[in-house]
């Protein structure tokens, strides 16, 4: 199985949203309501801000959403500020005990 | 709050074993099914391995099947990964992140420890 496919930058200004995809298969985007999203700092290890493809963990702000459509999931951030600049890492159950990331998209503010 | 420590890194010769451990606390360990999930330098991250609340099953992925053990002692609110025939290429930072269901896996990694770093190189 094949990692999912992100892209590898986006950038906005302070204020603006962007939006990130995050594409997979029939077998596994497509199959389960089970696609979460990491934000990892430098140096740092992953955190979880959205699980289940769109819920959001307590604490974390509400200007990160995630909603899917198909095999494609997306991560938007809202109203981007300087400390949303990281690596942010999609990943979806596979089936058969199995877990897949995307290789990561690098945030630039 | 939830926290997980693992230790156990380091450097290792192709071909050797090393065993990690994952200390945690804050939570009730013997409810939630664990992983651990791995980052090879300056690259993505790769889930490893999983093993159920109860210890009672354990998965893994493709690469490490047959050379890597998931174990976990819920008396002592620890998890292990053995790792044996190691190579180069299971160079990494190996995290381990507990599920965020409890009982059964849930599909997400709601806590993550800070990593250790396995070399393997001669």
């Known amino acids: 199985q094949s990692a999912l496919t992100q892209p590898a930058s986006v950038s906005g200004s302070p204020g603006q949203s962007i939006t990130i995809s995050c594409t997979g298969t029939?077998?596994?985007?497509?199959?389960?309501?089970?696609v979460s999203w990491y934000q990892q700092h430098p140096g740092k290890a992953p955190k979880l801000i959205i699980y289940?493809?769109?819920k959001r963990p307590s604490g974390v702000a509400s200007r990160f959403s995630g909603s899917k459509s198909g095999n494609t999931a997306s991560l938007t951030i809202s109203g981007l500020q300087a400390e949303d600049e990281a690596h942010y890492y999609c990943?979806?159950?596979?089936?058969?005990?199995?877990?897949?990331f995307g290789g990561g998209t690098e945030v630039t503010v | 709050q939830a926290q997980l420590e693992e230790s156990g890194g380091g450097v290792v010769q192709p071909g050797r074993s090393l065993r990690l451990s994952c200390a945690a606390s804050?939570?009730?360990?013997?409810?939630?099914?664990m992983h651990w999930v791995r980052q090879a330098p300056g690259k993505g991250l790769e889930w490893v391995a999983l093993?159920?609340?109860?210890?009672?099953?354990?998965f893994y992925a493709d690469s490490v099947k047959g050379r890597f053990t998931i174990s976990r002692g819920n008396s002592k609110n620890t998890l292990f990964l053995q790792m044996n025939s190691l190579r180069p290429e299971d160079t990494a930072v190996y995290y381990c992140?507990?599920?965020?269901?409890?009982?059964?896996?849930?599909?997400?990694?709601?806590?993550w420890g800070q990593g250790t770093l396995v070399t393997v190189s001669s």
């Open positions: 093993i159920t609340y109860d210890g009672n099953n354990d």
């Open positions: 804050g939570f009730t360990f013997s409810d939630h099914a």
């Open positions: 990943c979806s159950y596979a089936g058969s005990v199995n877990w897949l």
């Open positions: 992140a507990k599920d965020e269901a409890r009982g059964a896996a849930g599909g997400a990694f709601d806590i």
């Open positions: 029939s077998g596994d985007v497509g199959s389960y309501q089970l």
């Open positions: 289940g493809d769109n």
